[in-house]
T-cell receptor, first 117, second 112 residues
Framework: GAVVSQHPSWVICKSGTSVKIECRSL??????MFWYRQFPKKSLMLMAT?????????EQGVEKDKFLINHASLTLSTLTVTSAHPEDSSFYIC?????????????FGPGTRLTVL | GDSVTQMEGPVTLSEEAFLTINCTYT??????LFWYVQYPGEGLQLLLK?????DKGSNKGFEATYRKETTSFHLEKGSVQVSDSAVYFC???????????FGIGTKLQVIP
């Protein structure tokens, strides 16, 4: 149980275009979803936290107009990279949880590899 | 701010060898501590966790003890297998929307 999927698994786009990444909790309703970015040989960097029906909370240094997050339902969150540029190329990972305690487990998607040409 | 420090690796071991991956942390308050594992081509999955001092988390032969006095959460396994080859992430959470801080990840390669 507790499976999280992401779509697409990889995407290549031209500079200036926008790309949408979906994150779905397949067998549970997620109270909170998280978006991370992972650079090569670096740790996961939390970009934003989103709750269904409310605005996402972005981490310091993350441009909210650049990385649009929509959490439309308890099982779906989307991340849109607007006007993508080569420096946005990265591995984007989402996670979801159905608990509210700090010890509750986050369930991770397999990630989406974005390459901007 | 919160931070997690772990060896980057890669760590290469022969099958049945003893594994230790060190992890130390700095955090305000009393964090929960986690080890996540990422197998090739898959997403991160929880390996084990501990929520208070002296707790021992264990799973699949791996274990780690929450040491508050040394702010450490080292991962150990007595006898590794080829199937344990993966990247291991140490992480902590300090409440408030469960914000999780990850270490850099340690790649483990087990050779037959």
């Amino acid at each position: 149980g507790a499976v999280v999927s992401q779509h697409p698994s990889w995407v290549i786009c031209k500079s200036g275009t926008s790309v949408k990444i979906e994150c779905r909790s397949l067998d549970f309703q997620a109270t909170t979803m998280f978006w991370y970015r992972q650079f090569p040989k670096k740790s996961l960097m939390l970009m934003a936290t989103s709750n269904e029906g409310s605005k996402a909370t972005y981490e310091q240094g993350v441009e909210k107009d650049k990385f649009l997050i929509n959490h439309a339902s308890l099982t779906l969150s989307t991340l849109t990279v607007t006007s993508a540029h080569p420096e946005d190329s990265s591995f984007y990972i989402c996670s979801a949880t159905y608990g509210l305690a700090q010890s509750d487990t986050q369930y991770f998607g397999p990630g989406t590899r974005l390459t901007v040409l | 701010g919160d931070s997690v420090t772990q060896m980057e690796g890669p760590v290469t071991l022969s099958e049945e060898a003893f594994l230790t991956i060190n992890c130390t942390y700095t955090a305000t308050g009393y964090p929960s501590l986690f080890w996540y594992v990422q197998y090739p081509g898959e997403g991160l999955q929880l390996l084990l966790k501990a929520t208070k001092a002296d707790d021992k988390g264990s799973n699949k032969g791996f274990e780690a003890t929450y040491r508050k006095e040394t702010t450490s959460f080292h991962l150990e396994k007595g006898s590794v297998q080829v199937s344990d080859s993966a990247v291991y992430f140490c992480a902590l959470s300090t409440g408030g929307y469960q914000k999780v801080t990850f270490g850099i990840g340690t790649k483990l390669q087990v050779i037959p």
